[in-house]
């Protein structure tokens, strides 16, 4: 692995376009590539509160959750997210465009490969925010709150936090709790401190798993592309996830067994689950360690199909359980 990156302009400190074809990507395609469509299906956490809190059968949101409107409302709310993560992703792509020549992957972003110039990337990153934050308000105040501190935390992240080690993956964990939290705030459901912990801890597993895969790939170029991974060192990032690891499983396992839950749900089946986000976290580590994956969380989802099949088949398991279709 490192003996391929050392011989690649990545670790050399050489950019990464230099060698590039003279094809130039349109600036429509450029800026839609920016917006990393790839990348929305982190904001499924969105319909987190659809699932659990519009199953909550001491709402009167359990009653409405099938109508309409409802579903709708989740399904604008994943939108608005998917709009203003691709902001985030164009304000970080301009920030970063320097660093992103010399990573071996990166230097294809077309912000960094000269296709979409930086006034393009910043005057559409204003459109799109501000057109995004003005239908999350139309929803409701509170969700356009939350989708405001989302554009400010990833923004700050951008420019001071993913430099501060630990913070940094804190941070992008964060941003997850901020999608699960936005959707459930959107159609007006109570949010559960389990849904709180149980997706920070999620969302920091991938976030190390995610500097781990940088660490390693780039090797003795990592600390040119990104200097906080000079901070870390895959031993310490192997001894955070496993301790993340632990504590995301048992926080979800205490979850799906406890006597709230049970009440909550009107059943006791749900920790019939617990299987699923078993394998799929042995299965991301197995991705990570054997297979060099980690780089992308979307990507490792998308293209890994036991990883996609143990995700759908809990998501199908998780509805079919605390709704109950077939039961009069």
């Given at each position: ?7 690649s302009?990545a670790a ?6 230099i060698t590039?074809s003279?094809?130039r ?5 450029s800026?839609l590539l920016s917006?990393?469509?790839q990348q ?5 956490l969105?319909f987190?509160g659809?699932?659990?809190?519009g199953?909550?059968?001491?709402q009167?949101l359990?009653q ?9 409302t989740?399904l604008?709310a994943f939108?608005i ?5 691709g ?8 920030l970063?465009?320097?660093t992103?020549?010399?990573?071996p992957l ?15 990337a910043?005057?559409?990153a204003?459109?799109i925010?501000?057109g995004?934050?003005a239908?999350?308000f139309?929803?409701a ?8 501190a ?7 992240y951008?420019?001071?936090l993913?430099?501060?080690v630990?913070l940094d993956?804190?941070?992008l964990s ?5 999608r699960?939290v936005?959707?459930a705030v959107?159609?007006?459901a109570?949010i559960?401190h389990?849904l709180?912990v ?9 976030a190390l798993?995610k500097?781990?895969h940088e ?5 003795d170029?990592a600390?040119s592309?990104?200097?906080i991974l000079g901070?870390?060192s895959?031993?310490?990032l192997?001894q ?9 499983l048992?926080?979800y396992i205490?979850?799906?067994i ?5 009440q ?5 089946w749900l920790?019939?689950?617990?299987p699923?986000?078993l394998y799929?976290?042995f ?5 990570v360690h054997?297979?060099e994956?980690?780089g992308?969380?979307?990507?490792l ?10 995700v759908?088949?809990w ?9 109950q279709p077939?039961?009069p």
């Amino acid at each position: 692995m490192a003996r391929s990156v050392q011989s690649s302009p990545a670790a050399s400190g050489t950019p990464m376009n230099i060698t590039r074809s003279s094809s130039r990507r349109s600036i429509p395609v450029s800026l839609l590539l920016s917006l990393r469509p790839q990348q929305w299906t982190k904001n499924l956490l969105v319909f987190a509160g659809l699932l659990f809190a519009g199953a909550d059968r001491s709402q009167v949101l359990y009653q409405k959750t099938l109508e309409s409107r409802v579903i709708l409302t989740a399904l604008e709310a994943f939108v608005i997210f998917c709009a203003l993560s691709g902001v985030v992703y164009l304000i970080n792509d301009v920030l970063d465009r320097d660093t992103d020549q010399r990573h071996p992957l990166k230097s294809r972003r077309p912000i960094a490969a000269g296709d979409l110039p930086v006034p393009a990337a910043i005057g559409a990153a204003g459109l799109i925010g501000v057109g995004a934050l003005a239908a999350a308000f139309s929803i409701a105040p509170s969700f356009g709150l939350v989708a405001a501190a989302y554009v400010v935390l990833q923004t700050l992240y951008s420019l001071k936090l993913k430099h501060i080690v630990i913070l940094d993956a804190l941070t992008l964990s964060i941003g997850f709790v901020l999608r699960a939290v936005g959707g459930a705030v959107a159609i007006g459901a109570v949010i559960s401190h389990w849904l709180l912990v149980c997706t920070i801890l999620l969302a920091l597993f991938m976030a190390l798993a995610k500097r781990r895969h940088e660490l390693v790939l780039l090797a003795d170029g990592a600390i040119s592309h990104r200097p906080i991974l000079g901070e870390y060192s895959a031993y310490l990032l192997d001894q955070m996830i496993a301790v993340v690891t632990a504590s995301t499983l048992i926080a979800y396992i205490f979850y799906t067994i406890s006597p709230e839950t049970e009440q909550k749900f009107g059943t006791g089946w749900l920790g019939l689950t617990i299987p699923f986000p078993l394998y799929g976290i042995f299965r991301y580590l197995y991705l990570v360690h054997q297979r060099e994956g980690g780089g992308s969380p979307a990507d490792l989802l998308l293209n890994d199909r036991p990883l996609l099949a143990c995700v759908t088949l809990w998501v199908i398991a998780v509805a079919l359980i605390i709704y109950q279709p077939f039961v009069p």
